[in-house]
């Protein structure tokens, strides 16, 4: 069995699979999980049935994005609530370096313009989990958060759809190629936002490295009135 065999097969298996009625829940899962566990790349899924539907016909748009942006939003509710429970400190994935710089440029960024980086961190896996857990241990205002979340959740969705869409009708003969360009434009992009919103609070002078032992711990605060 030749390659083209092989990878005609696994288009087709793709193809149909994405027919079928469990993509939705499903669709819902994954967002939710990636909300607190960013190494499930949702938007990666939102992409490849947004080809399959152009390619099939199915599964039915309109769903799988009402699935992608309730699951996205539930799944930052559960990020700030555990932020609000345990603070950051004890997530392992934000105990790395890269992650409590991370969590200080969240802290930062949530202090001095919290609705556009609630918005922004939507597109950046490590970048959401710790704004959303940051946002519940820092005490920041949960009907705000609430209302912010929505927001990055629905354009997220949509964004996510439009480059599944503009994949598929780029290679329209060769769906599981729109799959891969479609992906990996999608998490270039996410690269990308993350590198310009550290340059942009490195002109401004505010830290997004890893802090001194020195500097205070990262711990819940308060509770803040909602």
Request: glycine content about 10%; hydrophobic content about 55%.
């Amino acid at each position: 069995m030749d390659v083209a065999t092989i990878l005609d097969q696994l288009q087709g298996w793709i193809l149909a699979l994405s027919g079928a009625a469990w993509v939705y829940p499903a669709m819902f899962g994954l967002a939710l999980v990636d909300g607190f566990f960013p190494p499930l790349p949702s938007e990666s899924v939102v992409i490849t049935l947004a080809v399959a539907s152009r390619a099939t016909g199915s599964p039915w748009l309109v769903g799988i994005l009402v699935a992608a942006v309730l699951g996205a939003w539930c799944g930052d509710q559960v990020a700030y609530q555990i932020g609000r429970s345990v603070g950051t400190e004890r997530i392992a994935i934000l105990r790395t370096k890269r992650g409590r710089s991370t969590v200080v440029w969240a802290r930062r960024a949530l202090a001095r313009r919290g609705a556009s980086f609630i918005i922004a961190a939507r597109y950046v896996p490590i970048g959401r989990v710790a704004v959303n857990m940051t946002a519940g241990a820092v005490g920041y205002p949960r009907r705000a958060f609430m209302g912010y979340s929505a927001i990055a959740a629905v354009v997220w969705g949509l964004y996510s759809l439009a480059v599944g869409l503009t994949a598929g009708a780029w290679l329209e003969d060769v769906p599981l190629l729109a799959m891969a360009v479609g992906i990996v434009a999608g998490s270039l992009v996410g690269l990308l936002l993350d590198r310009v919103v550290r340059v942009v609070l490195q002109h401004r002078g505010e830290p997004v490295e890893e802090p001194a032992d020195d500097e205070a711990p990262l711990e819940p605060a308060g509770d803040v009135a909602a």
